[in-house]
């Protein structure tokens, strides 16, 4: 799987885009087959942005945003975001409308 990292109006650290691929290969782990993914850093004066967008094979591709004063926090709300959206498809439509009707 490929993963680009890409950032724009940012100075991201090594850290934070080796933090951003390991946290994208744990997510690509749960589904069958991703044919790549891009992680982007923005920073926009005081407000920094992390989108990830994830492209599995067979499915449509999965897009998550986290925006925060840090580069850290955005990055952790992007991958819950795109963690829930995986979670959802790995569940068959009979189990999500078992899910619907407890609530």
Same mark, same amino acid.
């Given at each position: 799987m490929e993963i680009v990292i890409q950032s724009h109006h940012a100075v991201v650290s090594?850290?934070? !885009?080796?933090r951003a691929r390991l946290a994208v290969?744990?997510?690509a &782990?749960?589904?069958?087959?991703? /044919?790549? #993914?891009?992680v982007r850093f923005e920073q926009d004066g005081p407000q !920094?942005?992390?989108?990830?967008?994830?492209?599995?094979?067979?499915? &449509?591709?999965l897009v998550a945003? /986290?925006? #925060?004063r840090f580069f850290g926090p955005a990055l952790a709300a992007?991958?819950?975001?795109?963690?829930?959206?995986?979670?959802?498809?790995? &569940?068959?439509?009979?189990?999500r409308t078992r899910a619907l009707a407890r609530v």
């Amino acid at each position: 799987m490929e993963i680009v990292i890409q950032s724009h109006h940012a100075v991201v650290s090594e850290h934070m !885009r080796e933090r951003a691929r390991l946290a994208v290969m744990k997510v690509a &782990r749960r589904l069958a087959r991703v /044919g790549g #993914a891009v992680v982007r850093f923005e920073q926009d004066g005081p407000q !920094r942005r992390v989108e990830i967008v994830l492209r599995p094979v067979r499915s &449509r591709s999965l897009v998550a945003e /986290g925006r #925060a004063r840090f580069f850290g926090p955005a990055l952790a709300a992007a991958i819950s975001r795109i963690e829930a959206q995986t979670r959802q498809l790995k &569940r068959t439509p009979k189990a999500r409308t078992r899910a619907l009707a407890r609530v």
